[in-house]
Protein backbone atom coordinates (compact mmCIF):
# COMPACT_ATOMS: atom_id res chain seq x y z
CA UNK A 1 0.00 0.00 0.00
CA UNK A 2 1.45 3.96 -0.61
CA UNK A 3 2.80 5.31 2.78
CA UNK A 4 0.13 6.89 4.59
CA UNK A 5 -2.76 4.56 3.55
CA UNK A 6 -4.92 2.24 5.64
CA UNK A 7 -6.20 -0.55 5.14
CA UNK A 8 -9.57 -1.34 6.03
CA UNK A 9 -10.53 -4.23 6.79
CA UNK A 10 -14.48 -5.85 6.94
CA UNK A 11 -15.84 -9.02 7.77
CA UNK A 12 -18.18 -10.85 4.75
CA UNK A 13 -21.48 -10.29 5.33
CA UNK A 14 -23.12 -11.93 2.31
CA UNK A 15 -26.96 -12.00 3.49
CA UNK A 16 -26.19 -7.75 3.86
CA UNK A 17 -24.76 -7.67 0.28
CA UNK A 18 -28.02 -9.54 -0.94
CA UNK A 19 -30.17 -7.60 0.34
CA UNK A 20 -28.49 -4.52 -1.03
CA UNK A 21 -28.47 -6.32 -4.56
CA UNK A 22 -32.37 -6.79 -4.16
CA UNK A 23 -32.80 -3.55 -3.44
CA UNK A 24 -30.46 -2.55 -6.19
CA UNK A 25 -32.42 -4.00 -8.95
CA UNK A 26 -36.39 -2.37 -7.01
CA UNK A 27 -34.10 1.19 -8.24
CA UNK A 28 -34.06 -0.49 -11.25
CA UNK A 29 -37.17 -1.14 -11.94
CA UNK A 30 -37.32 2.27 -13.22
CA UNK A 31 -35.41 1.25 -16.44
CA UNK A 32 -37.11 -2.16 -16.61
CA UNK A 33 -40.52 -3.53 -15.15
CA UNK A 34 -38.88 -7.28 -15.30
CA UNK A 35 -35.25 -6.93 -13.30
CA UNK A 36 -33.69 -9.82 -11.63
CA UNK A 37 -30.42 -9.97 -9.04
CA UNK A 38 -27.75 -12.18 -11.32
CA UNK A 39 -25.33 -14.20 -8.61
CA UNK A 40 -23.70 -11.57 -5.86
CA UNK A 41 -22.48 -9.06 -8.16
CA UNK A 42 -25.51 -8.44 -11.16
CA UNK A 43 -28.71 -7.50 -12.43
CA UNK A 44 -30.64 -8.83 -15.46
CA UNK A 45 -33.08 -6.28 -16.78
CA UNK A 46 -36.00 -7.55 -19.47
CA UNK A 47 -35.68 -4.85 -22.25
CA UNK A 48 -37.80 -5.78 -24.59
CA UNK A 49 -40.47 -4.06 -25.98
CA UNK A 50 -38.70 -1.10 -24.51
CA UNK A 51 -38.65 0.82 -27.70
CA UNK A 52 -41.07 3.04 -27.29
CA UNK A 53 -39.64 4.63 -24.00
CA UNK A 54 -35.85 4.84 -25.29
CA UNK A 55 -34.92 5.98 -28.46
CA UNK A 56 -32.50 2.75 -29.38
CA UNK A 57 -30.64 0.24 -27.18
CA UNK A 58 -27.27 2.25 -27.29
CA UNK A 59 -28.76 5.31 -25.69
CA UNK A 60 -30.87 2.90 -22.53
CA UNK A 61 -27.17 1.43 -22.17
CA UNK A 62 -25.94 4.47 -21.82
CA UNK A 63 -28.30 5.52 -19.64
CA UNK A 64 -28.32 2.57 -17.46
CA UNK A 65 -24.16 3.00 -16.82
CA UNK A 66 -24.54 6.58 -16.15
CA UNK A 67 -27.51 6.12 -13.44
CA UNK A 68 -25.73 3.47 -11.49
CA UNK A 69 -22.10 5.34 -11.86
CA UNK A 70 -24.11 8.06 -9.86
CA UNK A 71 -24.51 5.94 -6.92
CA UNK A 72 -21.53 5.03 -6.90
CA UNK A 73 -20.97 1.87 -8.88
CA UNK A 74 -18.46 1.10 -12.18
CA UNK A 75 -20.68 -1.27 -14.00
CA UNK A 76 -20.30 -3.06 -17.11
CA UNK A 77 -24.21 -2.85 -18.91
CA UNK A 78 -24.12 -5.38 -22.28
CA UNK A 79 -27.62 -6.11 -24.52
CA UNK A 80 -28.44 -8.62 -26.45
CA UNK A 81 -31.46 -10.52 -27.81
CA UNK A 82 -31.22 -13.19 -24.96
CA UNK A 83 -29.72 -13.26 -21.34
CA UNK A 84 -27.12 -15.55 -22.05
CA UNK A 85 -25.74 -13.26 -24.54
CA UNK A 86 -26.03 -10.34 -22.66
CA UNK A 87 -24.43 -12.11 -19.39
CA UNK A 88 -21.80 -13.48 -21.40
CA UNK A 89 -20.67 -9.43 -22.31
CA UNK A 90 -20.84 -7.98 -19.74
CA UNK A 91 -18.54 -10.51 -17.82
CA UNK A 92 -16.35 -11.27 -20.26
CA UNK A 93 -16.33 -8.78 -22.95
CA UNK A 94 -13.86 -6.39 -21.59
CA UNK A 95 -16.15 -3.17 -22.65
CA UNK A 96 -18.03 -1.55 -20.67
CA UNK A 97 -20.94 -0.41 -22.74
CA UNK A 98 -22.23 -3.48 -25.25
CA UNK A 99 -24.34 -3.91 -27.80
CA UNK A 100 -25.07 -6.91 -29.67
CA UNK A 101 -27.12 -6.46 -33.15
CA UNK A 102 -29.77 -9.76 -33.42
CA UNK A 103 -28.05 -12.25 -35.54
CA UNK A 104 -24.35 -10.67 -34.40
CA UNK A 105 -24.17 -13.33 -31.57
CA UNK A 106 -21.85 -16.35 -32.71
CA UNK A 107 -19.38 -13.56 -34.31
CA UNK A 108 -19.41 -11.27 -30.92
CA UNK A 109 -19.29 -14.18 -28.92
CA UNK A 110 -17.31 -16.69 -31.09
CA UNK A 111 -13.44 -15.14 -29.02
CA UNK A 112 -14.72 -15.33 -25.39
CA UNK A 113 -13.34 -18.18 -22.98
CA UNK A 114 -15.89 -20.94 -22.55
CA UNK A 115 -16.03 -18.94 -19.07
CA UNK A 116 -18.57 -17.06 -21.34
CA UNK A 117 -21.04 -19.83 -21.26
CA UNK A 118 -21.85 -19.82 -17.18
CA UNK A 119 -20.89 -23.68 -16.86
CA UNK A 120 -19.73 -25.28 -13.65
CA UNK A 121 -15.86 -25.22 -13.23
CA UNK A 122 -15.34 -28.87 -13.47
CA UNK A 123 -16.95 -28.90 -17.05
CA UNK A 124 -14.79 -26.21 -18.23
CA UNK A 125 -11.43 -27.87 -16.35
CA UNK A 126 -12.44 -30.69 -18.64
CA UNK A 127 -13.27 -29.05 -21.78
CA UNK A 128 -9.96 -26.69 -21.20
CA UNK A 129 -7.82 -29.88 -20.88
CA UNK A 130 -9.23 -30.95 -24.15
CA UNK A 131 -8.11 -27.75 -26.09
CA UNK A 132 -11.62 -26.15 -25.72
CA UNK A 133 -10.81 -22.93 -24.73
CA UNK A 134 -13.23 -20.30 -26.59
CA UNK A 135 -17.10 -20.28 -27.41
CA UNK A 136 -15.85 -20.81 -31.20
CA UNK A 137 -14.20 -23.94 -30.32
CA UNK A 138 -17.32 -25.28 -28.51
CA UNK A 139 -19.25 -23.88 -31.33
CA UNK A 140 -17.85 -26.19 -34.39
CA UNK A 141 -18.04 -29.29 -32.38
CA UNK A 142 -20.83 -31.81 -33.35
CA UNK A 143 -23.86 -31.30 -30.75
CA UNK A 144 -24.18 -35.22 -29.76
CA UNK A 145 -20.42 -35.45 -29.31
CA UNK A 146 -20.61 -32.08 -26.83
CA UNK A 147 -23.64 -33.89 -25.31
CA UNK A 148 -22.40 -37.27 -24.89
CA UNK A 149 -18.93 -36.09 -23.20
CA UNK A 150 -19.86 -33.03 -21.21
CA UNK A 151 -23.72 -33.09 -20.83
CA UNK A 152 -26.69 -31.52 -22.08
CA UNK A 153 -26.30 -28.64 -20.20
CA UNK A 154 -22.99 -26.75 -22.48
CA UNK A 155 -25.32 -27.17 -25.69
CA UNK A 156 -28.36 -25.78 -23.76
CA UNK A 157 -26.21 -22.75 -22.90
CA UNK A 158 -24.68 -22.56 -25.99
CA UNK A 159 -28.06 -22.37 -27.97
CA UNK A 160 -29.24 -19.46 -25.42
CA UNK A 161 -26.22 -17.40 -25.84
CA UNK A 162 -26.17 -17.94 -29.41
CA UNK A 163 -29.83 -16.94 -29.63
CA UNK A 164 -30.35 -20.45 -31.64
CA UNK A 165 -33.12 -21.69 -28.67
CA UNK A 166 -36.82 -22.25 -29.28
CA UNK A 167 -37.07 -22.52 -25.22
CA UNK A 168 -37.37 -18.45 -23.89
CA UNK A 169 -34.97 -17.36 -21.04
CA UNK A 170 -37.41 -16.76 -17.73
CA UNK A 171 -36.30 -14.29 -15.36
CA UNK A 172 -38.06 -13.47 -12.04
CA UNK A 173 -38.28 -9.99 -11.93
CA UNK A 174 -38.10 -8.44 -7.97
CA UNK A 175 -41.58 -6.96 -6.91
CA UNK A 176 -41.22 -3.22 -5.72
CA UNK A 177 -41.65 -2.95 -1.91
CA UNK A 178 -45.11 -1.99 -1.13
CA UNK A 179 -45.60 1.55 -0.56
CA UNK A 180 -46.08 2.58 3.19
CA UNK A 181 -48.34 5.39 3.86
CA UNK A 182 -50.94 6.32 5.93
CA UNK A 183 -53.14 9.03 6.49
CA UNK A 184 -56.27 10.84 7.84
CA UNK A 185 -58.12 14.52 7.74
CA UNK A 186 -59.24 15.76 10.61
CA UNK A 187 -62.58 17.53 11.18
CA UNK A 188 -61.78 21.24 10.22
CA UNK A 189 -58.74 23.00 10.70
CA UNK A 190 -57.56 22.84 14.24
CA UNK A 191 -54.79 24.49 15.81
CA UNK A 192 -55.04 22.15 19.13
CA UNK A 193 -51.56 20.99 19.33
CA UNK A 194 -53.06 18.05 21.43
CA UNK A 195 -55.14 16.97 18.49
CA UNK A 196 -52.95 17.29 16.21
CA UNK A 197 -50.19 14.83 17.85
CA UNK A 198 -53.32 12.61 18.77
CA UNK A 199 -53.84 12.39 14.65
CA UNK A 200 -50.61 12.01 13.54
CA UNK A 201 -50.19 9.19 16.74
CA UNK A 202 -52.91 7.49 15.16
CA UNK A 203 -51.63 7.39 11.74
CA UNK A 204 -48.22 6.49 12.76
CA UNK A 205 -49.96 3.06 14.27
CA UNK A 206 -51.28 2.64 11.12
CA UNK A 207 -47.69 2.71 8.94
CA UNK A 208 -46.35 0.29 11.76
CA UNK A 209 -49.25 -2.08 10.92
CA UNK A 210 -48.13 -1.76 7.23
CA UNK A 211 -44.66 -2.30 7.91
CA UNK A 212 -45.40 -5.25 9.53
CA UNK A 213 -47.47 -6.82 7.64
CA UNK A 214 -45.05 -5.99 4.40
CA UNK A 215 -42.26 -7.47 7.34
CA UNK A 216 -40.29 -4.53 6.87
CA UNK A 217 -38.72 -1.24 8.88
CA UNK A 218 -38.33 2.43 8.14
CA UNK A 219 -35.40 3.45 7.44
CA UNK A 220 -36.63 7.39 6.52
CA UNK A 221 -39.64 8.50 7.68
CA UNK A 222 -41.86 12.01 5.98
CA UNK A 223 -44.40 13.27 8.42
CA UNK A 224 -46.82 15.91 6.15
CA UNK A 225 -48.92 17.98 8.31
CA UNK A 226 -51.53 19.56 5.98
CA UNK A 227 -52.60 23.23 6.96
CA UNK A 228 -55.40 25.08 4.46
CA UNK A 229 -53.96 28.57 4.77
CA UNK A 230 -50.85 27.50 4.31
CA UNK A 231 -48.09 24.93 2.40
CA UNK A 232 -47.82 21.47 3.87
CA UNK A 233 -45.48 21.39 6.92
CA UNK A 234 -42.90 18.30 6.28
CA UNK A 235 -40.94 16.88 8.41
CA UNK A 236 -38.09 14.04 7.62
CA UNK A 237 -36.73 11.86 9.86
CA UNK A 238 -33.87 9.69 8.73
CA UNK A 239 -33.22 6.18 11.20
CA UNK A 240 -29.79 4.48 11.59
CA UNK A 241 -31.73 1.25 11.43
CA UNK A 242 -35.29 -0.03 10.10
CA UNK A 243 -37.54 0.26 12.80
CA UNK A 244 -41.51 -0.46 13.01
CA UNK A 245 -41.50 0.30 16.41
CA UNK A 246 -44.34 2.63 17.23
CA UNK A 247 -42.48 4.28 20.47
CA UNK A 248 -39.52 4.68 19.27
CA UNK A 249 -40.75 5.86 15.83
CA UNK A 250 -43.09 8.25 17.64
CA UNK A 251 -40.54 9.69 20.16
CA UNK A 252 -38.51 10.68 16.59
CA UNK A 253 -41.78 12.52 15.43
CA UNK A 254 -43.20 14.11 18.63
CA UNK A 255 -39.39 15.69 19.10
CA UNK A 256 -39.87 17.20 15.70
CA UNK A 257 -43.41 18.01 15.72
CA UNK A 258 -42.77 20.46 18.71
CA UNK A 259 -40.96 22.43 16.80
CA UNK A 260 -42.83 22.77 13.99
CA UNK A 261 -45.62 25.71 13.09
CA UNK A 262 -49.01 24.35 12.50
CA UNK A 263 -49.90 28.08 11.65
CA UNK A 264 -53.91 28.81 11.71
CA UNK A 265 -54.38 24.93 12.01
CA UNK A 266 -54.15 21.20 10.49
CA UNK A 267 -56.76 19.52 8.44
CA UNK A 268 -54.71 16.68 7.61
CA UNK A 269 -51.94 14.21 8.99
CA UNK A 270 -50.17 11.97 6.74
CA UNK A 271 -47.01 9.65 7.61
CA UNK A 272 -44.96 7.89 5.11
CA UNK A 273 -42.20 5.46 5.11
CA UNK A 274 -40.28 6.68 1.94
CA UNK A 275 -37.25 4.08 2.56
CA UNK A 276 -38.04 0.55 4.25
CA UNK A 277 -35.55 -1.94 4.67
CA UNK A 278 -36.01 -5.26 6.17
Known amino acids: LPRGVVLHKEDARPARDAAALHALACWCLRFSPVVA ?8 MDVGGMERVYADEPTLVRRVAVCLARLGFAPRVAVAATCACAWAMSRY ?5 TVVA ?4 QATLAPLPIDALGLEAACISTMIDMGIETIADVAKLPRHA ?18 RSVVPECIEGVQAP ?13 DHAESVFAAARQVLVELVALLTQHQR ?11 PYAEPASID ?3 SRASANATHLWKLIETRMERTDIGRGVEGVSVWAVRTAR
Do not use: N, S, W
Not at 217 to 227: E, S, Y
Open 37 to 44: PDGADGLF
Open 93 to 97: GGQRL
Open 102 to 105: AGEE
Open 146 to 163: VTARYGAGVVVRLDHALA
Open 178 to 190: AECRAGMMVDGPT
Open 217 to 227: GARKVVVTLKR
Open 237 to 239: IAL
